[in-house]
Each structure stands twice: as C-alpha cells, then as structure tokens.
C-alpha cells in the first residue's frame, strides 16, 4: 500500500514524492515553492509525539538533497531559464545566494545565474565579465558620463556575510580597485576605441586620468587621443603623443 499525505499546499500526494520537514531552508527557497511539496504542518504537529510515527517516519518520505536540488531540478535544461527569471527578483535572489552559501558546493554553471546590483531593481545578467563588490571609487565610474556601464558591475550590498565570502572564494569576485580597473578594463584594444570615440564626453574621463594620475602610471595613455579647437574653434582629436600646440 502506497502512503497518501495532505501537503502544505492541500494537496494529496504519496508520501515518497514529498520531503517531510525542510522548515530551515524552506524560508530561502520560496521562490522555488512548486519544486518543494512537502508534508503539511498541521500532520506534523499531529504526529509529533506518536511513538509509532517516530519509528516510521524517516523512511516514508522524500530525502532532501540541497545539491540535486540545485544542480538536477532548478538547472535541468527545461528549468534553467524559468530559475534565471525567477532569480530578478530581490528577495528571492538574496534568499537563493544564501541556501547555496551555507548548503551546497560550486560549479561553474552557476556564473550563469543573475546577480543583485547596487542599482536599486536591478540585476547583473550574470557572474562573467566585469563584476566587483560594491565600492564607492566603483560606483562613482559607474555613474561617470564617460563609462560604458557594461565596465562596472557592482555586486548589491544586501547579501549576507557569508554570502559575500560565498562569491569571494568560488566565484572569485575581487574587491574594486581603480588600479586593476585601469588595467583590465581601460587599457585594452576596445576600451581604447571608445573613449577615443567619444564627443564633450572625453573631456570628462582626461580629467579623471589626471585626478588619478597616481593609479595609472607613466605613458600608458599614449593610446589615447585628446579633445582639442583649432585656430577656427573647430573640434579634432589628436593623439595624446602628438604635438599639442
């Protein structure tokens, strides 16, 4: 005979389809509501004392596995877009981080996964390209006129401790530094073109150069090129190394 229980959502299912009791994770996974039948309380509480049921119980139900969880159910190739979409949304985001900090291991595949910004509402598409923790010299480029905000993605600072630590240790996210910033992102053959691309707009990031002459270095913007008038006020660009009359 097949065990028949009421779930916490009244519905009845067999016992072996359904966890028992997975109330210290169940709070950051609610998002994931429908990939987690599971025995209501109230049959719970009813059984809570019975010394047969005591006996019995542990058999009866599905086992959790927070990895199979993650890596067979929510990013099986039929789920995984729907999990991204449900992951834009705040809480759901902070809760998920947290329940794979503290109860699973790492894959790459996660990098897929999007990620709170700092920017109210919004996400990082997910964990490739440029992505830091929070900083204030890093938000400061993100708002500056002369950025290409795909430069500066910002991880949120709502995310737990160990969360942060999480992202730190398996994702490899560094802290940000105008430094490194110069050095991986300004200073490559892309960047280049676009600054040297820019209108009124270059005038601002030559300036922030100068501002933090310190962190750059000598002649490493001889690439660049300057905004400058000619006799007749006309607007050219010159390169940096040229003469500049």
């Not at 009866?60 to 890596?71: G, Q, R, W, Y």
């Not at 964990?127 to 830091?132: A, D, E, K, Q, T």
Request: with cysteine; proline share 2%; glycine share 2%.
């Amino acid at each position: 005979d097949k065990s028949i229980f009421i779930t916490e959502d009244d519905e009845l299912k067999e016992a072996s389809s359904i966890y028992e009791d997975i109330d210290d994770v169940y709070p950051d996974l609610v998002a994931f509501d429908d990939y987690l039948p599971r025995l209501s309380k109230v049959t719970r509480d009813y059984f809570k004392d019975n010394e047969e049921w005591n006996l019995i119980h542990e058999d009866l139900f599905k086992s959790f596995d927070a990895d199979t969880l993650v890596d067979s159910e929510l990013m099986a190739k039929n789920n995984i877009e729907d999990t991204k979409q449900r992951l834009r949304e705040k809480q759901a985001s902070l809760g998920f981080f947290k329940f794979l900090a503290e109860n699973v291991g790492y894959t790459n595949a996660y990098k897929e996964f999007p990620v709170l910004s700092f920017v109210d509402d919004e996400f990082i598409a997910n964990f490739h390209g440029n992505i830091y923790f929070y900083s204030e010299d890093g938000e400061e480029l993100y708002n500056a006129e002369w950025t290409d905000k795909e430069w500066v993605n910002l991880i949120s600072e709502e995310y737990s401790d160990a969360v942060k630590e999480y992202f730190k240790t398996e994702f490899e996210i560094p802290e940000f530094s105008i430094d490194s910033f110069f050095e991986d992102v300004i200073f490559t053959n892309d960047s280049i073109e676009y600054l040297n691309d820019l209108g009124q707009e270059h005038i601002a990031f030559v300036k922030y150069c100068f501002e933090h002459r310190d962190n750059i270095g000598d002649k490493k913007l001889t690439d660049f090129s300057l905004w400058t008038y000619d006799k007749e006020e006309e607007n050219q660009h010159i390169l940096s190394e040229d003469v500049i009359f």
